[in-house]
């Protein structure tokens, strides 16, 4: 699924693929590993996430902080190399909580499109996460973003 470029993407679109981010995140393939224990996991540092004061120092910039962390948990060359898309390789809480973390910022910085583009980049991770499982995001969601990003359904029967 494509989405648009962060700078075409209006607020009421936006919150759109937050949502749809956090069904993807909640509903992530079974056929992903699922650490038995928390603390194992590559996204562990989700669950409790704080702005790492050293790189905020160094940036000046709670969004470009946020960034480098990102970078960090995802890989410094996954936006550059291979298919360029952010890799999800686990399920669970932990990958879960990151949207909390998103929105908070989304929430602060509503119109900054670097925060946009990484949210857009982790959906876009997600969603390759279903197609190389083999799991139709489409009958997941029950609507296509492209066509109606803004509209999203309260709750699909037979999701958590």
């Not at 075409?8 to 981010?21: D, H, N, P, Y």
């Not at 038995?36 to 910039?61: A, C, W």
Request: with cysteine; aromatic share 8%; proline share 6%.
């Amino acid at each position: 699924m494509s989405f648009p470029p962060p700078e075409k993407v209006s607020c009421e679109q936006f919150v759109g693929i937050l949502a749809r981010l956090q069904h993807l995140l909640a509903n992530l393939p079974v056929q992903l590993h699922c650490p038995t224990n928390e603390s194992e996991s590559r996204y562990y540092s989700f669950l409790s996430f704080n702005l790492d004061p050293d790189i905020l120092e160094k940036t000046g910039d709670e969004i470009a902080t946020l960034g480098e962390q990102l970078e960090r948990v995802f890989g410094w060359k996954a936006r550059t190399s291979g298919d360029c898309i952010l890799p999800i390789l686990e399920r669970g809480k932990a990958i879960c909580a990151l949207h909390p973390v998103l929105k908070k910022y989304h929430e602060k910085y509503p119109e900054n499109n670097v925060l946009k583009k990484w949210v857009i980049d982790i959906a876009t991770g997600a969603e390759k996460a279903f197609e190389t499982c083999g799991v139709a995001v489409r009958k997941l969601m029950g609507f296509t973003l492209c066509t109606d990003i803004a509209k999203v359904p309260e709750r699909q029967a037979g999701t958590k």
